[in-house]
């Protein structure tokens, strides 16, 4: 952004700085305490759109300090701010709420600020540089993408764009769970298929190995770069050689698979280096040294009886019950190995090293582990000596339809859809929309013909249609000798002006659902503009002097054609962080 866009306040934000201005005039005045703590003060639209175009609880947060009725603080507030040009009426409303009605100046002015700032239309300073660590995706590298990674993966992107918007920095991350039992299956499968590769019948693939057809390209490379050596070999020479390899093989379909979506993430942290680099055994001596771990003995399992080669072990527990967990937890299981836990919780230690927050989206099949990790990253926080936010977002699993019958998935037999098939069949931008039409904790349905129907109920055809219809106007303005100009907006009317208020509401929905953590705010808010934008495009069907090109009336027009241009603006900026084009043409 330059230094010139830097300047420019949108509406919103203006508004916040007035309003914060009259409440440092009353602490001059002394109708308030010098310093007087103002960060519960807001200002956002009402809930009912005839109560005004903006409302501030200003009076409401501050009475207690000011030690007065807060109707008649907000009295004094909305007497100044009445004297604003830019307020038409400061009405106060219920026990103290300030509901402000703009002049429509103040209105055209955000649309010019909408041309001036450009993409950087809704960009916030709300994060103040601070780094976010956002993981996700972290799917076992044991195949391809599928269809129960895509939503997370959707998810987890959308939100890292949307928190950079926001102004925070960000870091991308991949947890590769390379260290447990599944790789060694893997690495397994990967041989059987080296022997195959090199000539030998195998039959029919082994209960417990993976007999996807995507390790079959993985034996052949190993067997045309490794011979026959390992033909031979007992398990223990070939299985840590294999076990890499086949890693490093499946993270590279991994990668391949994310890029078809346009996702890529900047770190991917490995499970068996942090495990060689000692970490957990770091993270534990921290957690005893802190009488955070101790060797206790873990309860029979509860409502049932204990099954009958169940014994007492002692292990090494974390008191997660100090955090608001119902029980302490292992770290290590009884053979000396680290539980899952155990190394979950160095993995955060080690992220929390490099973050002032971190959010970790997770399939909500792991809620049950959400207390426990979000009480050992209350632990490691004080040994960062500040409190890490930490935020796990639970995303549900995806039904897929076609014709109306569920397709199953199943990673063990190899009857799955991948995301590279998905992809190709409906396109990037229709999977990565949709997957954000739904919050991420509901379930959802993704129904192979319905994502591609052009109609209303299709909310990624919806929402393209618009902006391509936009390009459409402006083409046909272009090929009549009249493109979009300012000079003229103070033509533009009520219907034009509602246009406009929606618009305007981009950059408060940005840093609310970057406070939220939630994404799916903005293609909820792109849907019911796109409405918005279809709604005043109908007008023009039914009205010609509607419409946005009026031959005989070039002012009219160009002001019109600035206002299609701008709501097209925001469109772009809005896909720009879910990940989708912009179309120009449908």
């Given amino acids: 952004m330059s230094k010139q866009q830097s300047e420019i306040r949108t509406l919103h934000a203006a508004f916040a700085e007035k309003v914060d201005a009259v409440l440092a005039a009353l602490e001059m005045e002394g109708f308030l305490p010098a310093e007087c703590p103002r960060a519960g003060v807001t200002v956002e639209p009402p809930r009912e759109a005839s109560h005004g175009d903006l409302a501030t609880n200003a009076a409401m947060v501050l009475a207690k300090q000011a030690r007065a009725n807060p109707r008649d603080l907000a009295a004094r507030i909305a007497e100044k701010l009445a004297q604003d040009p830019d307020v038409e009426a400061a009405e ?74 926001a102004g925070h920095r960000v870091i991308r991350e991949y947890y590769v769970n390379d260290a447990g039992s599944q790789v060694d299956t893997l690495a397994r499968s990967a041989y059987l298929r080296y022997r195959e590769a090199s000539g030998e019948d195998i039959g029919a693939i082994p209960e417990g190995l993976y007999p996807g057809d995507y390790l079959i390209v ?97 292990l090494p527990l974390f008191r997660s019950t100090r955090f608001g967990d119902d029980q302490d937890r292992p ?123 052009a109609s209303k109920d299709n909310p990624v055809f919806y929402v393209q249609y618009a902006h391509a219809r936009i390009h459409s106007t402006l083409r046909k303005g272009a090929i009549e000798g009249l493109v979009p100009s300012a000079d003229h907006i103070d033509l533009l009317g009520a219907e034009e002006l509602d246009l406009i208020k929606q618009a305007a509401q981009f950059p408060r929905i940005v840093e609310a659902a970057a406070q939220a953590r939630e994404p799916h705010r903005l293609a909820f808010y792109l849907y019911e503009l796109a409405g918005a934008l279809h709604a005043y495009w109908n007008l023009g069907n039914d009205s010609p002097g509607k419409r946005f090109i009026i031959a005989q009336e070039s002012d009219l027009s160009g002001a019109r054609l600035f206002l299609a241009d701008q709501i097209g603006q925001v469109i772009r900026n809005g896909l720009a962080l879910l990940g989708v084009e912009a179309v120009e043409e449908m």
């Fill in 218 to 314: 993985v034996g052949q490379r190993l067997a045309k770069e490794l011979g026959a050596r390992f033909m031979s070999e007992p398990e223990a020479e070939w299985l840590p050689i294999f076990r890499a390899e086949a890693v490093t093989a499946m993270m590279d379909l991994i990668r391949d698979d994310l890029a078809l979506l346009g996702i890529h993430h900047d770190v991917f942290s490995s499970e068996a280096a942090l495990q060689l680099a000692k970490k957990p055994e770091a993270a534990e001596a921290w957690l005893r040294k802190h009488d955070l771990v101790y060797d206790g003995v873990l309860e029979a399992p509860k409502g049932k009886a204990p099954p009958e080669d169940w014994e007492p072990v002692e």
């Fill in 92 to 165: 106060i409303a219920g026990p103290g709420f300030i509901n402000l009605h703009l002049s429509d100046t103040a209105w055209r002015a955000e649309l010019a600020a909408i041309a001036a700032l450009g993409d950087d239309y809704g960009r916030s300073p709300l994060g103040a540089s601070t780094t976010v660590n956002v993981e996700y995706v972290s799917a076992n590298p044991t195949g391809p993408m599928h269809m129960g990674h895509c939503r997370g993966a959707v998810v987890g992107d959308a939100l890292a764009a949307l928190l950079e918007f």
């Fill in 331 to 453: 770290i290590r299981k009884s053979d000396g190995k680290w539980t899952y836990f155990g190394a979950d919780l160095a993995y955060h230690m080690q992220k929390a090293e490099q973050a002032d927050a971190l959010i970790d989206i997770w399939g909500a099949d792991h809620s049950g582990t959400v207390k426990r990790i979000k009480a050992a990253v209350a632990a490691l926080s004080q040994g960062q000596g500040k409190p890490i936010p930490f935020d796990v977002k639970l995303v549900q699993m995806v039904q897929l339809m076609r014709g109306g019958e569920p397709l199953k998935m199943s990673k063990r037999s190899g009857n799955f859809v991948t995301i590279a098939e998905m992809v190709e069949e409906v396109g990037k931008d229709v999977v990565r929309f949709t997957m954000l039409t739904r919050k991420p904790e509901a379930q959802m349905e993704f129904d192979f013909a319905k994502v591609v129907e």
